[in-house]
Nanobody, 122 residues
Framework: QVQLVDSGGNQVQPGGSLRLSCAAS????????MGWFRQAPGRAREFVAA????????YYADSVKGRFTISRDNAKNMLFLQMSSLKPEDTAVYFC???????????????WGQGSQVTVSS
């Protein structure tokens, strides 16, 4: 079965950096667009970033554009989110996600990781 395992969450000071990873198994990883979402306490889960199946196209929420970078390694079935210039409002549980087909805003992911906590605080 499809399994996505998130890792890399931690507590970091404002202005700091962090890299999240997601290991995928049970699927032909290079066939699928992948993404990251996040959910802060008391708020709905929101889109953060997405990447096409071959990594040629990337998409970002306005709130993270210029600070976060999504990437993938299809040879290792891995997804990454490099986060820099972190702000307290970036505090959330971050989830990697797998889309069936290409990414587009109305296409909601089918598979999800378990989540990784990121806390931005001094």
């Amino acid at each position: 079965q499809v399994q996505l395992v998130d890792s890399g969450g931690n507590q970091v000071q404002p202005g700091g950096s962090l890299r999240l990873s997601c290991a995928a198994s049970g699927l032909r990883y290079s066939f699928y667009a992948m993404g990251w979402f996040r959910q802060a306490p008391g708020r709905a889960r929101e889109f953060v970033a997405a990447i096409s199946s071959q990594g040629t196209d990337t998409y970002y929420a306005d709130s993270v554009k210029g600070r976060f970078t999504i990437s993938r390694d299809n040879a290792k079935n891995m997804l990454f989110l490099q986060m820099s210039s972190l702000k307290p409002e970036d505090t959330a549980v971050y989830f990697c996600a797998c889309y069936i087909g290409a990414y587009y805003p109305e296409n909601y992911p089918k598979y999800w990781g378990q989540g990784s906590q990121v806390t931005v605080s001094s």
